[in-house]
């Protein structure tokens, strides 16, 4: 087993149970743990703003999702198209970012999948980019990154502190502003408003010039807000992208428990074990140029 169940022990151990009389973000609950049931996207809060500031949020959110969110971004991976899956194989270097990338789950997913796929062992510099509004999730982004680490495949960690409702400047450092070779966005755009998803649709059009996989991964609400935000994508980046859609559930309870078995005590942290099929919206869009 891998390092994940000890990571989130370490987590777990940090939940305070009991009410929490302290915390400022406690909205009428009797304590962080039920104050955090559901309370992560947006659109279905009615534009609520979310905040991540209590950090018994932030624990739980380790918690119930990391085993899950992995498995989901693993499973897309998996079903990624040959030239774009033989490219990645055989490229030395490759450039990930993680838009809204809160702890990291989406680079550990990719990280795991990257060590698996180098089957000949071959020396790989991954250089990725965790994107998000927040600084208080870089710590915990570190633990998770590492869980996967490899001597193979070396992999370079930065965090870009940025709220997509700016424009985005031009970017400086080791990336080059066109070529990501792996873009994720996962249960981020359901967060967004309107000028932040112009933002984040430029960043997509303007830095995939080179062979590139956009994964999306997210949530199907019933009113269908994010499918319209996906056609809208649809239409912005045109017909040189190719997309895989699917909102059919691919993880289940049985697959997170087989691959991660939560000790049974975990459970009073409300650990989700589920995407439900109507609860997801996958997309791949791959550009091979
Ligand atoms: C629900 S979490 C998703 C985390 C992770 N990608 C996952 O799949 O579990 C959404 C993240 O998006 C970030 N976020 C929301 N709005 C943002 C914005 N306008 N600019 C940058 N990051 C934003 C939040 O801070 C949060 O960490
Ligand atoms: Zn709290």
Redesign the pocket.
Known sequence: MDKLIPLIKKYYNKIVFVPWWHCDERRGAPNCVVCARGD???RRLNNRK???KCEQKRFL?IVR??PL?IL??LEMLRQMDEPMQQFLQNQARINVI?????????IAAIQKYLVEQNINNVQKNVTCWR????Q??DQIAVDVINIYESDSVHFEHNCWT????NPIPPFSGSVQSDDFNII?????L????EN?LANVFSLIKENTLGPSLIMI?DINDSNGDVKNILINLRDFLGSDYKWKYDDNGIVGKNEVRRDYPYPRDFGKAEPYFTCWKSKTIRVLITKIT
């Open positions: 992560f996207y947006a979310i905040n991540y959110y999702y990391m969110r989901q971004i993680s838009l809204g990338a809160g702890p990291g789950f989406d994107v998000d509004k927040e208080l999730w940025f709220d997509f409702s994720i966005a996962s249960y981020f359901s967060e967004l408003d932040s991964n």
